[in-house]
């Protein structure tokens, strides 16, 4: 079936508290795109973010970000007061300013916390005792790194004091608030999924050094005696960074991971598929080959790459959990090995209509009279300008230099037949009339915004995933419109 829809992390919804959260303004948007006859919202990784904001660097890569839950909720279970929520500082409506809001919304977490804790007969209890052990196997270990993390003031673990233990009770708020997250996070999805509107989530490849994951299983990762990276992720030279891109993340122990037939990525996975509809493999190459940079190096410039675990990998998931919902974000330096990878496993690859146009070559794979039924097709990703930010731009945050930029944008006009007043329509239009099974676009190219809304410029350190709509700008005549263009290219469906 033909499909549509919008990329949109819940922190960039609106509302009164500084971030977007799973409460009321998330079922407004579920309705929005039901109303403009859109089946797939895609999201960015849920969990906690330990360093720069940012959704692909967690300390968890199970948990929940609890800064998502909602506070109204938390207020309509009696957890709360309502003059708690009627004291609230102003914070900005486009914009999260985290350094406010994460302060003030774990102050108010802790609260629910203990009162739901300290209420023995509060109506919840019961399935928070079932849902600590169903999820015992991940949660326990979360809790406790969780609780010792914040008594350690969120110093990395490697720099933990000796007989340095968490207050009484602090894991099990922990393990309350992971309890609250999925609870509200399922309510949304069952929201969604009545409305025949698919969740898609995206699976890291790799997790943060500082991280439950590995500080509870480092003989899963290459690690020193000291627990420290032997060596660190990330891609080399691209159109992103002249020096490559440092991730820093810890790499795996591919072999030790194997000897237990992907248990740890097995459990990963199974615990995603509860809840999302799809997984967005995030760097699907680095299961074919991934890039090693020696722990120290100042740039990416000076890594190579190593063999990754391949089919091995996939045959164990599918084994174990049957046929599986990923679509492999195939960008970047793509060897035909990683391309014969996913077409193996039957995998939809990537299409990004912003890399499109620096070439005229007829054959280019990016071209959408080059597309295959089996893809998906983006105007732009979160590591994407905005569709009209890439259009204004003169190459800046790429490798491109001003005149390579400017004959991109000339043949990208002519290619799609237009004067460039609507540019963003002109590129919903391209990827919604093409063959890809699924087409999908940022709310922010919906809306016609520019750079200033741009998600997240890669390689940069700081000024990232800030970016936040406001309710009224989802108008009728958005919604009309968008929902126009997807009956007429077949992608509605009563």
Known sequence: MR???????????????????????????????????????????????????????????????????????????????????????????????YDSVVPFKRTLLKKAARNFLADRTHALHEEFRDFCARKKDWLDA???????REAHGNASWVEWARGVRAEPGEALEQKFLQFIFFLQWGALKSHCNQRRIQIMGDIPIFVAHDSA????????????????????????????????????????????????????????????????????????????????????????????????????LFAALEKALGKLPFIAEDLGYITPEVHALRERWGLPGMRVLQFAFGNESPDDPFKPHNFIRNCVVYTGTHDNDTTLGWFRSGGEGTTQSPEQARAEREFALRYLDSDGREIHWDFIRAAISSVARIAAFPLQDVLGLGAEARMNTPARPDGNWDWRFEQEQLTDEVRARLRDITRIYGRMHS
């Open 3 to 97: 499909i549509s829809g919008v990329l949109l992390h819940p922190t960039s919804l609106p509302g009164r508290f500084g971030i977007g959260d799973l409460g009321e303004a998330a079922y407004r948007f579920a309705d929005f795109l039901e109303q403009s006859g859109q089946r797939l919202w895609q999201i960015l990784p849920l969990g906690p973010p330990c360093l720069g904001n940012s959704p692909y660097q967690s300390y968890s890569s199970i948990a929940g970000n609890p800064v998502l839950i909602s506070l109204e909720g938390l207020a309509r279970e009696g957890l709360i007061a309502a003059g708690d929520l009627e004291n609230a500082p102003s914070f900005p409506a486009r914009r999260v300013d």
């Open 213 to 312: 994951d590995v500080w509870a299983s480092p003989e899963l990762f290459d690690l020193d005696e000291r627990g420290m990276p032997n060596h660190i992720a990330g891609v080399p030279p691209d159109y992103f960074s002249a020096t490559g891109q440092l991730w820093g993340n810890p790499l795996y122990r591919w072999d030790a991971m194997e000897r237990d037939g992907f248990r740890w990525w097995i459990d990963r996975v199974r615990f995603m598929l509860d809840q999302v509809d799809l997984i967005r493999l995030d760097h699907f190459r680095g299961f074919e080959k991934f890039y090693r940079i020696p722990a120290g190096e100042r740039t990416a410039a000076n890594g190579c790459w190593v063999e990754g675990p391949g089919d091995r």
């Open 142 to 148: 979360f809790a406790e790194f969780a609780a010792l």
